[in-house]
């Protein structure tokens, strides 16, 4: 059983910055793959960032070139950096983990996090 714990979440103005994180522990590997989605209301969970254990990446086009993905592998924690966010970037946002070997096209991963909430408002 891997466990995830999300933090960083908060109330930005639009054109801020956001950072969360997530760490994950648990199972017998200690390299995952990692990533995050989101889901505003009324709207289907979305990925928004994925990440393999080997650093192949995927990001949603709405937030290309300004969020980026990246992962300390001895923490076990992958980071969004979140900048010029926007209103439409409001959401609750899901670390979503998956083991080791698991590549982009397996998404959505095996693994959840409880979700931290982003609200973009002025």
């Known amino acids: 059983q891997v466990q995830l714990v999300e933090s960083g979440g908060g109330l930005v103005q639009p054109g801020g910055s956001l950072r969360l994180s997530c760490a994950a522990s648990?199972?017998?590997?200690?390299?995952?793959?990692m990533g995050w989605y989101r889901q505003a209301p009324g709207k289907q969970r979305e990925l928004v960032a994925a990440?393999?254990?080997?650093?192949?990446?995927n990001y949603a086009d709405s937030v290309k070139g300004r969020f980026t993905i990246s992962r300390d592998n001895a923490k076990n924690t992958v980071y969004l950096q979140m900048n010029s966010l926007k209103f439409e970037d409001t959401a609750v946002y899901y670390c979503?983990?998956?083991?080791?070997?698991?590549?982009?096209?397996?998404?959505?991963?095996?693994?959840w996090g409880r979700g931290t909430q982003v609200t973009v408002s002025s």
């Open positions: 979503n983990a998956g083991d080791y070997y698991k590549s982009l096209s397996d998404l959505p991963w095996d693994y």
């Open positions: 648990g199972s017998g590997f200690s390299i995952y793959a």
């Open positions: 990440m393999t254990s080997g650093g192949t990446t």
